[in-house]
Protein backbone atom coordinates (compact mmCIF):
# COMPACT_ATOMS: atom_id res chain seq x y z
CA UNK A 1 0.00 0.00 0.00
CA UNK A 2 2.97 2.17 0.82
CA UNK A 3 4.48 2.10 -2.91
CA UNK A 4 1.46 2.43 -4.23
CA UNK A 5 0.58 5.47 -2.44
CA UNK A 6 4.02 7.29 -2.61
CA UNK A 7 6.27 4.93 -4.50
CA UNK A 8 4.73 4.99 -7.82
CA UNK A 9 4.36 8.41 -7.78
CA UNK A 10 8.36 8.82 -7.37
CA UNK A 11 9.89 11.87 -5.41
CA UNK A 12 6.99 14.18 -6.29
CA UNK A 13 4.18 11.90 -5.32
CA UNK A 14 6.55 11.20 -2.06
CA UNK A 15 7.36 14.84 -1.43
CA UNK A 16 3.07 15.41 -1.47
CA UNK A 17 2.27 13.05 1.64
CA UNK A 18 5.51 13.78 3.26
CA UNK A 19 4.04 17.41 3.30
CA UNK A 20 1.18 15.90 5.61
CA UNK A 21 3.32 14.86 8.19
CA UNK A 22 3.77 11.30 9.28
CA UNK A 23 1.32 11.46 11.95
CA UNK A 24 -0.99 11.26 8.97
CA UNK A 25 0.47 8.16 7.42
CA UNK A 26 -1.91 5.62 9.14
CA UNK A 27 -4.67 7.03 7.33
CA UNK A 28 -3.45 8.83 4.14
CA UNK A 29 -1.18 5.78 2.98
CA UNK A 30 -4.43 3.45 3.05
CA UNK A 31 -7.00 6.26 1.47
CA UNK A 32 -4.34 6.82 -1.16
CA UNK A 33 -3.58 3.14 -2.21
CA UNK A 34 -7.63 2.20 -2.51
CA UNK A 35 -8.43 5.15 -4.19
CA UNK A 36 -5.51 4.32 -6.68
CA UNK A 37 -6.57 0.77 -6.52
CA UNK A 38 -10.09 1.22 -7.64
CA UNK A 39 -8.80 3.39 -10.54
CA UNK A 40 -5.20 1.80 -11.96
CA UNK A 41 -5.00 -1.51 -13.48
CA UNK A 42 -3.02 -3.00 -10.69
CA UNK A 43 -4.72 -6.68 -10.62
CA UNK A 44 -2.41 -8.16 -6.98
CA UNK A 45 0.54 -6.97 -5.77
CA UNK A 46 3.80 -9.57 -4.34
CA UNK A 47 4.44 -9.41 -0.60
CA UNK A 48 7.54 -10.56 0.95
CA UNK A 49 8.37 -11.29 4.26
CA UNK A 50 11.50 -11.63 5.93
CA UNK A 51 12.45 -13.26 9.19
CA UNK A 52 15.06 -12.23 11.79
CA UNK A 53 18.14 -13.21 9.99
CA UNK A 54 17.07 -11.39 7.20
CA UNK A 55 16.30 -14.16 4.97
CA UNK A 56 13.02 -14.26 2.99
CA UNK A 57 10.27 -16.43 5.26
CA UNK A 58 7.36 -16.27 2.93
CA UNK A 59 6.61 -14.92 -0.77
CA UNK A 60 2.41 -14.43 -1.21
CA UNK A 61 0.65 -12.93 -4.25
CA UNK A 62 -2.30 -10.95 -2.97
CA UNK A 63 -5.01 -9.93 -5.32
CA UNK A 64 -6.32 -6.14 -5.53
CA UNK A 65 -9.36 -6.35 -3.38
CA UNK A 66 -7.54 -8.35 -0.53
CA UNK A 67 -4.52 -5.83 -0.32
CA UNK A 68 -5.19 -3.30 2.87
CA UNK A 69 -6.76 -6.47 4.83
CA UNK A 70 -3.81 -9.26 3.67
CA UNK A 71 -1.08 -6.67 4.41
CA UNK A 72 -1.59 -5.88 7.59
CA UNK A 73 -1.98 -9.81 9.16
CA UNK A 74 1.59 -10.14 6.95
CA UNK A 75 3.05 -7.06 8.83
CA UNK A 76 2.38 -8.57 11.91
CA UNK A 77 3.48 -11.88 11.36
CA UNK A 78 6.69 -10.43 9.88
CA UNK A 79 7.08 -8.16 12.84
CA UNK A 80 6.79 -11.69 15.42
CA UNK A 81 9.73 -13.15 13.77
CA UNK A 82 12.08 -10.05 13.65
CA UNK A 83 15.22 -9.62 15.46
CA UNK A 84 15.64 -6.91 18.59
CA UNK A 85 18.58 -5.39 19.98
CA UNK A 86 18.69 -6.81 23.67
CA UNK A 87 20.30 -4.90 25.74
CA UNK A 88 18.98 -3.86 29.16
CA UNK A 89 16.53 -0.89 29.36
CA UNK A 90 18.02 1.38 32.59
CA UNK A 91 19.61 3.37 30.01
CA UNK A 92 22.65 2.81 29.97
CA UNK A 93 23.71 0.27 27.00
CA UNK A 94 25.82 2.28 24.32
CA UNK A 95 25.72 0.20 21.07
CA UNK A 96 28.45 0.59 18.17
CA UNK A 97 26.38 -0.03 15.16
CA UNK A 98 29.17 -1.08 12.45
CA UNK A 99 27.39 -0.19 9.42
CA UNK A 100 24.25 1.64 8.03
CA UNK A 101 21.90 0.68 5.04
CA UNK A 102 20.00 -2.04 3.73
CA UNK A 103 20.20 -3.71 0.62
CA UNK A 104 17.82 -0.27 -1.05
CA UNK A 105 19.64 2.96 -0.16
CA UNK A 106 16.98 3.88 1.94
CA UNK A 107 16.36 4.69 5.50
CA UNK A 108 18.60 2.58 8.09
CA UNK A 109 19.01 3.95 11.97
CA UNK A 110 16.26 6.32 10.99
CA UNK A 111 13.54 4.42 11.24
CA UNK A 112 15.15 2.41 14.46
CA UNK A 113 16.53 4.47 16.91
CA UNK A 114 12.97 5.32 18.38
CA UNK A 115 12.79 1.39 18.74
CA UNK A 116 16.10 1.62 20.48
CA UNK A 117 15.08 4.62 22.80
CA UNK A 118 12.06 3.06 24.15
CA UNK A 119 9.89 5.92 22.59
CA UNK A 120 7.45 3.17 20.99
CA UNK A 121 7.12 1.44 24.59
CA UNK A 122 9.59 -1.22 23.49
CA UNK A 123 12.93 -2.04 23.18
CA UNK A 124 16.03 -1.12 25.15
CA UNK A 125 17.04 2.46 26.07
CA UNK A 126 19.91 3.29 24.47
CA UNK A 127 21.60 6.55 25.20
CA UNK A 128 24.66 7.06 22.58
CA UNK A 129 25.09 5.50 19.14
CA UNK A 130 27.98 5.49 16.95
CA UNK A 131 27.98 4.61 13.20
CA UNK A 132 30.86 3.06 11.88
CA UNK A 133 30.62 3.11 8.22
CA UNK A 134 27.58 2.26 5.26
CA UNK A 135 27.02 -0.51 3.56
CA UNK A 136 27.89 -0.84 -0.30
CA UNK A 137 24.22 -0.74 -1.02
CA UNK A 138 23.11 2.84 0.28
CA UNK A 139 25.48 4.09 -2.83
CA UNK A 140 26.65 6.84 -0.39
CA UNK A 141 22.41 7.70 0.79
CA UNK A 142 23.08 7.90 4.22
CA UNK A 143 19.32 9.05 5.45
CA UNK A 144 19.39 8.96 9.12
CA UNK A 145 23.47 9.13 10.04
CA UNK A 146 22.02 12.47 11.92
CA UNK A 147 20.40 10.43 14.69
CA UNK A 148 23.82 9.09 15.94
CA UNK A 149 25.91 10.45 17.92
CA UNK A 150 29.68 9.83 16.54
CA UNK A 151 30.36 8.71 13.14
CA UNK A 152 33.33 7.69 11.99
CA UNK A 153 35.25 9.91 8.93
CA UNK A 154 35.16 6.84 6.66
CA UNK A 155 31.60 6.85 7.20
CA UNK A 156 31.12 10.32 6.17
CA UNK A 157 33.34 10.42 3.15
CA UNK A 158 30.99 7.63 1.67
CA UNK A 159 28.15 10.52 1.87
CA UNK A 160 26.54 11.23 -1.13
CA UNK A 161 25.48 14.54 -0.58
CA UNK A 162 22.65 14.89 -3.47
CA UNK A 163 20.84 11.63 -2.56
CA UNK A 164 21.18 11.87 0.78
CA UNK A 165 19.71 15.92 0.70
CA UNK A 166 17.06 14.94 -1.65
CA UNK A 167 15.79 12.06 0.14
CA UNK A 168 15.34 14.37 3.55
CA UNK A 169 14.06 17.33 2.39
CA UNK A 170 11.37 14.88 0.52
CA UNK A 171 10.79 13.33 3.93
CA UNK A 172 10.64 16.94 5.82
CA UNK A 173 13.34 15.26 7.97
CA UNK A 174 16.24 17.52 7.75
CA UNK A 175 17.71 16.46 10.76
CA UNK A 176 18.42 12.73 9.09
CA UNK A 177 21.35 14.31 7.13
CA UNK A 178 22.93 15.78 9.88
CA UNK A 179 26.47 14.97 11.08
CA UNK A 180 27.31 13.91 14.41
CA UNK A 181 30.89 13.98 15.87
CA UNK A 182 33.27 12.55 13.81
CA UNK A 183 36.34 11.26 14.71
CA UNK A 184 38.66 8.70 12.49
CA UNK A 185 39.22 5.48 14.71
CA UNK A 186 36.70 3.03 16.83
CA UNK A 187 38.94 3.98 20.32
CA UNK A 188 38.16 7.65 19.79
CA UNK A 189 34.21 7.05 19.20
CA UNK A 190 34.30 4.76 21.95
CA UNK A 191 35.68 6.66 24.51
CA UNK A 192 33.55 9.90 23.02
CA UNK A 193 30.49 7.75 23.33
CA UNK A 194 31.42 6.99 27.10
CA UNK A 195 32.37 10.28 28.06
CA UNK A 196 28.68 11.72 27.26
CA UNK A 197 26.81 9.15 28.73
CA UNK A 198 25.37 9.85 32.23
CA UNK A 199 26.24 8.12 35.20
CA UNK A 200 28.33 5.55 33.54
CA UNK A 201 32.01 4.39 34.61
CA UNK A 202 33.92 3.18 31.42
CA UNK A 203 34.36 0.07 33.77
CA UNK A 204 30.89 -0.69 33.98
CA UNK A 205 29.21 0.59 30.47
CA UNK A 206 26.76 -1.81 28.58
CA UNK A 207 27.91 -1.87 25.33
CA UNK A 208 26.18 -3.94 22.49
CA UNK A 209 27.78 -3.77 19.08
CA UNK A 210 25.64 -5.02 15.83
CA UNK A 211 26.75 -5.28 12.12
CA UNK A 212 23.57 -3.01 11.67
CA UNK A 213 20.09 -3.23 12.99
CA UNK A 214 19.04 -5.51 10.35
CA UNK A 215 21.41 -8.12 10.91
CA UNK A 216 21.39 -9.09 14.83
CA UNK A 217 21.55 -12.52 14.58
CA UNK A 218 25.46 -11.89 16.00
CA UNK A 219 26.61 -9.58 18.71
CA UNK A 220 29.39 -8.06 20.44
CA UNK A 221 28.09 -7.34 24.29
CA UNK A 222 30.36 -6.40 26.53
CA UNK A 223 30.44 -8.18 30.22
CA UNK A 224 28.49 -5.75 31.96
CA UNK A 225 25.69 -6.42 30.02
CA UNK A 226 26.01 -9.59 29.47
CA UNK A 227 23.53 -10.88 32.02
CA UNK A 228 21.06 -8.75 30.61
CA UNK A 229 21.16 -9.96 27.33
CA UNK A 230 21.06 -13.62 28.25
CA UNK A 231 18.29 -13.34 30.50
CA UNK A 232 16.40 -11.99 27.23
CA UNK A 233 16.06 -16.19 26.26
CA UNK A 234 16.76 -15.18 22.98
CA UNK A 235 21.30 -15.06 23.05
CA UNK A 236 23.54 -17.55 23.79
CA UNK A 237 27.15 -17.16 24.48
CA UNK A 238 29.40 -18.18 21.61
CA UNK A 239 32.96 -17.31 22.37
CA UNK A 240 34.82 -15.93 25.76
CA UNK A 241 35.00 -12.52 27.04
CA UNK A 242 38.31 -10.70 26.26
CA UNK A 243 39.34 -7.00 26.51
CA UNK A 244 38.71 -4.99 23.65
CA UNK A 245 40.81 -5.30 20.85
CA UNK A 246 42.35 -2.52 18.52
CA UNK A 247 45.18 -2.41 16.23
CA UNK A 248 47.67 0.89 16.09
CA UNK A 249 44.82 2.92 13.91
CA UNK A 250 42.19 2.48 17.29
CA UNK A 251 40.56 0.34 14.72
CA UNK A 252 38.39 -2.94 16.35
CA UNK A 253 40.70 -5.88 15.48
CA UNK A 254 37.61 -8.70 16.28
CA UNK A 255 35.65 -7.52 12.46
CA UNK A 256 33.91 -10.92 11.41
CA UNK A 257 30.15 -8.89 12.51
Partial sequence: MKMIAIGLGKQKGADTLHRQGFATFHELIPAVGLHTLARAPIPFGVALVENGRARLLHVEAVPANRMAERERELARDGTDGHGEAPPPRDGRARPRRDRQGHQRPRHGLERRRPLLQGATGSGPSIQRV???DLTAETEGNAVGIGLADVVLRRAVEKIDVHKTYMNCITAKTPEGARIALTVDSDREALTIAIACSLRVAPETTRIVR??????????????PALADVLATGTCEV???LHAIRFDEAGMF???DL
Fill in 238 to 240: VGP
Fill in 130 to 132: IVR
Fill in 210 to 223: VRDTKHLELLYVSA
Fill in 253 to 255: VDD
